[in-house]
């Protein structure tokens, strides 16, 4: 039996916000994991104002929105179904986005999209109780991920995510965030795209470069957490007051990486394709360089109801 770390879910969100999908295999993309024609959060809702509408800005309901994959006559994923409980569903389809540009905003930063059909954006907005707009992300349309971290055009490309293609988190890490909860937080609350089994605590904030199947990841920068974890993934409904006491308790961080800085309670790692390829469930995982591990703020435990 192998030792090493092996790929243990793959997960995509090819609508940003919205229920999440799980692949057995995936192509390693610039812009995320992608399956058939269909690629991680390339469809996202805007308000009238073109301003992201999502879980982190308090529309908890989109995570019930359970997305589909939908084949060809070839077998090629190549459109999807969204759909909801006493909603129904509806065909979203890249082909039938429309030629129409929409600038929109994603946490402040101006992006530019593209329209779907009115029907389809009718569909969201009935069942979010508000005018909202879906809009598409196309190959034309050109999104970086963050500059300070930013090393080629091509392959630092972003869809709509909230600014790195790929989040990677461990399972060994996550029972640690775990051992102070009475009732433990489940992975996809985290919205990865790559967990990672077989390995030590805290091993993946030591990992520079990986590699896995015929693909490779650069691990840039931890990721801070925003509310979205306290938030039930199967039903939108928000279920804590508060991230977990032990990412409070262990996993406070405030370092400078080159002009930026990270400040935050931290699960996981941000990462950009370092080589495009395929990946499947069940892969080894190899560390190809790695890097100092971070200086976590360590305090003691707040006091349950603290």
Not at 50 to 57: A, D, M, T, Y
Not at 92 to 120: M, N, W, Y
Not at 239 to 262: C, I, N, W
Request: aromatic share 8%; proline share 4%; hydrophobic share 40%.
């Amino acid at each position: 039996m192998s030792h090493l770390p092996s790929v243990d879910q793959l997960l995509f969100y090819p609508v940003k916000s919205c229920g999440a999908v799980s692949l057995n295999t995936a192509f390693v993309g610039s812009r995320g994991l992608v399956s058939g024609q269909i690629g991680d959060r390339r469809w996202m809702i805007v308000d009238e104002d073109g301003v992201l509408v999502s879980q982190r800005g308090g529309n908890g309901s989109l995570a019930a929105v359970k997305i589909t994959l939908l084949a060809n006559c070839e077998g090629v994923n190549n459109r999807i179904c969204a759909s909801a409980e006493g909603r129904g569903s509806i065909i979203l389809d890249p082909e039938f986005v429309t030629d129409k540009q929409r600038e929109v905003q994603i946490h402040g930063k101006k992006v530019i999209s593209h329209l779907s059909a009115p029907e389809i954006s009718q569909w969201f907005s009935d069942y979010l109780n508000k005018k909202v707009s879906l809009v598409f992300q196309k190959d034309s349309d050109k999104r970086w991920c963050d500059q300070n971290f930013a090393a080629d055009d091509e392959r630092d490309l972003v869809s709509f995510a909230d600014g790195f293609s790929y989040l990677v988190t461990t399972r060994a890490t996550l029972d640690r965030v775990n051992a102070l909860e009475s009732i433990a937080f489940s992975m996809d609350r985290f919205r990865p795209n790559i967990v990672i089994g077989n390995t030590g605590i805290d091993d993946e904030y030591s990992w520079r470069f990986i590699q896995m199947g015929s693909a490779s990841l650069a691990l840039l920068k931890p990721c801070d957490r925003c509310e979205v974890p306290t938030i039930d993934q199967s039903t939108g409904i928000k279920t804590h007051d508060q991230l977990p006491l032990m990412l409070a308790k262990e996993y406070g961080l405030r370092a400078d990486f080159g002009s930026t800085r990270v400040q935050g309670l931290i699960f996981g790692e941000n990462a950009q394709a370092s080589r495009f390829g395929e990946v499947s469930v069940g892969d080894a995982v190899h560390v190809i360089e790695s890097k100092p591990i971070y200086a976590f703020r360590r305090k003691a435990a707040p006091a349950p109801g603290a």
